[in-house]
């Protein structure tokens, strides 16, 4: 089981909007709604912002969104700020009854 | 709240075992299976598998099966990782976290980083 792709870097400026891309397969990302997002800044745990495709959980910014279209998650982030600058992975469920993480993104806030 | 408490950094040399513990509070330990994930030094989130408390059945991904051991003891409200013959690449660290329903992790413990190194 091959990991969904995500661009390894995405760059925006405070107050800009910028997007995630989590690419996979008919395996996991294209048939599953079970997709996720997590922010996880260095040596803390990681955070849900999004789960379901699109559910925010309780006390998440509605800055933060999702969408799915085939095989492609996104995850969006609008108005960006600071503390926005972290780590962000997808994760999906698979046919095999596993899940698997998508190789991350580094959000840089410049 | 529900909270996940794991146990402090190892260093181990190659060959030993290491047990990672995940205590969890404030809910019902049976109801929400407890997942395991390695992040080795600059590298992605990945996932090692599961356990569900209440069945005690593990499943293990594929890379983690052999030496990785998940284990419960419903008493204590505890998940356990086992890693026996550690490895150099081994080092990493690991987390716990209650998935409530596929990959959806709502609450993580603080990770457990464990060393291998002679």
């Known amino acids: 089981q091959s990991a969904p792709t995500q661009p390894a870097s995405v760059s925006g400026t405070r107050g800009q909007s910028i997007t995630i891309s989590c690419t996979g397969t008919r395996s996991d990302v294209g048939t599953y709604n079970y997709l996720s997002w997590y922010q996880h800044h260095p040596g803390k745990a990681p955070k849900l912002v999004i789960y379901?495709?699109?559910n925010r959980p309780s006390g998440i910014s509605n800055r933060f969104s999702g969408s799915k279209s085939g095989n492609t998650a996104s995850l969006a982030i609008s108005g960006l700020q600071a503390e926005d600058e972290a780590d962000y992975y997808c994760?999906?469920?698979?046919?095999?009854?596993?899940?698997?993480f998508g190789g991350g993104t580094k959000l840089t806030v410049l | 709240q529900v909270q996940l408490v794991q146990s402090g950094s190892e260093l181990k040399e190659p060959g030993a075992s290491v047990k990672v513990s995940c205590e969890a509070s404030?809910?019902?330990?049976?109801?929400?299976?407890i997942n395991w994930v390695r992040q080795a030094p600059g590298q992605g989130l990945e996932w090692m598998g599961y356990i569900n408390p209440g069945a005690r059945n593990p499943t293990y991904a594929q890379g983690f099966t052999g030496r990785f051991v998940f284990s419960v003891d419903t008493s204590i409200n505890t998940a356990f990782l086992q890693i026996s013959s550690l490895k150099a690449e081994d080092t990493a660290i690991f987390y716990c976290?209650?998935?409530?329903?596929?990959?959806?992790?709502?609450?993580w413990g603080q990770g457990t980083l464990v060393t291998v190194s002679s």
């Open positions: 404030g809910y019902t330990f049976t109801t929400y299976s």
């Open positions: 379901g495709v699109n």
């Open positions: 976290a209650r998935d409530t329903s596929w990959g959806v992790y709502d609450s």
């Open positions: 994760t999906s469920r698979t046919t095999a009854n596993t899940v698997v």
